[in-house]
């Protein structure tokens, strides 16, 4: 867990994100509340539910208002600790700002897929207004001199609109997805207001130090007049300071170790292992959203080659890839699952032999229980994604091999190749190498394999969630102890926030 919190208790936390942390969901004649998977809640909410605050996200679920009409809804139902703000969005904001602006422009953009990515002023407008809509949320429940916590890509024009109108909160914005070379970057038409929304961040985070790279060299090519230093990782704009550093995102690797240990998973695991036994399997897993960003059709191309090259491990192992559809209102995502589900049949018809397929696929998510216990019982671990910002299924495969028998493969344009540096990294383009490094890795003797493992578990213990967050935490206090905050009027302008703001 943390250590200083005392500051959260002279400074407030507001956190702001566009998926919110409890769901209210018709069930029949009822309402049925859900608690969001990710690490971000899995970190956040803990927190909130100690020092208490608020929780400023989209209302997505389909009773989210029935529940609470003004929005405002105190959480865990159960126990309620802090106050989540939903803010209410229609179906053409959804459509403009979350699935158009944000998921087939930003998105793709930020992973280098260039000729996926499609951006329009109709659907910016929208995106626009949502930004300005969290801002106002924000703005109106936040009390004096509050920590602001936002996130990602859907929100990139939130930090700024909030500094004018609130410059009394420190706000600090982790992006969470890849941050594109300036020459990839420029391509989106907004670009510079992007650029200005987030310079209205005291503390800004990335994954990687190359994301910070590219972040400030696009400061500084689209603002000569910015005063950026590189090596401090600040930059003067606009008379506003921004403090641009990588804070790379982690499990909780206490929380994983212990429920792969528990009796339940110990049982699944034990069950999973027999019959590999039996059959004399080795078990590869590959666990992706539907995503095109994964990679999940060249893993499978390689997987092809693999199969032509190294005929010995016919019969002698088995992927199993969790396949979780995804963003099932865009074409592209959807013909992504059918292509990959009609691929691995064809692979399966062509290797397959005497029941044993090389491929089985699990279509949809599995609760955190089966899936630590697949992680494991795995073998190998492998993780193929074309560009990722992190990719904590990294993470989670190393935290979960208690008995340290797995290998970790990892593409090495995720973020987590940087930091698990005994995985064997893998190319997503080059199948033959991914092939032939899939072989070495169902080769090398288990007292490497342990011995990889735990030196990446003790890194883990080390960079869990909880030092990620309480690095933001320690650059949102020194922030706070030395601020640098817009020139503005807003606290004069109740129009734009409302006019009870101070009295939070």
Known sequence: MLSGQRPLDRHPLVVVTNREPYI?????????????????????????????????AWGSGSADFQAAPDGRRQVPPRNPRYTLCRVALSPEEVEGYYASYSNQGLWPLSHLLIERAHFSREAYGFYAAVNRKFAQAAARVAPRRAWVFSHDYQLALFPAALKRARPDLTIAHFWHIPWAPFTVFRLCPHYRALLEGLLGADVLGFQTGGD?????????????????????????????????????????????????????????????????????????????????????????????????????????????QVVVPTRTEVDEYRDLFTEVLRRTRALNEEWGRDGWQPVVTIRRSLDRARLTALFRAA???????????????????????????????????????????DAFPVNPLDPEGMAATLDEALRLPPAERAARLGRMQAYLSRHNVYTWLQDILDALEEASLNPSWLTTDAETSPSLIGESWTDS
């Not at 049925?32 to 690490?39: D, E, K, L, M, P």
């Not at 689209?222 to 995102?249: I, K, Q, Y």
């Not at 074309?386 to 995720?414: C, H, I, P, T, Y």
């Open 24 to 56: 209210d969901e018709r069930v029949g004649q009822g309402i049925r509340t859900v608690q969001s998977a990710g690490g971000v809640v899995a970190a956040l909410d803990p927190l909130l539910q100690e020092h208490g605050g608020y929780w400023v």
């Open 212 to 320: 910070v790279f590219h972040f400030l060299n696009a400061v500084q090519r689209t603002f000569p007049e910015a005063v950026v230093d590189r090596e401090l990782g600040v930059v003067t704009w606009n008379r506003h300071t921004t403090r641009v550093s990588a804070f790379p995102v982690s499990v909780d690797y206490a929380a994983i170790r212990e429920l792969a240990l528990s009796r339940r998973v110990s049982r699944m695991a034990r069950g999973l292992r027999r019959q590999l036994a039996h059959a004399d399997l080795q078990l590869v897993v590959a666990v992706d959203r539907a995503d095109y960003t994964k990679g999940i059709l060249h893993r499978l191309e390689a997987l092809a080659d693999f199969l032509e090259r190294y005929p010995a491990w016919h019969r002698r192992f088995v992927l199993l």
């Open 379 to 421: 073998d190998v671990a492998l993780v193929s994604s074309l560009f990722d910002g992190m990719n904590l299924v990294a993470k989670e495969f190393v935290a979960a091999q208690v008995d340290r028998r797995g290998v970790l493969l990892v593409s090495e344009s995720a973020g987590a190749s940087e930091e698990l540096t």
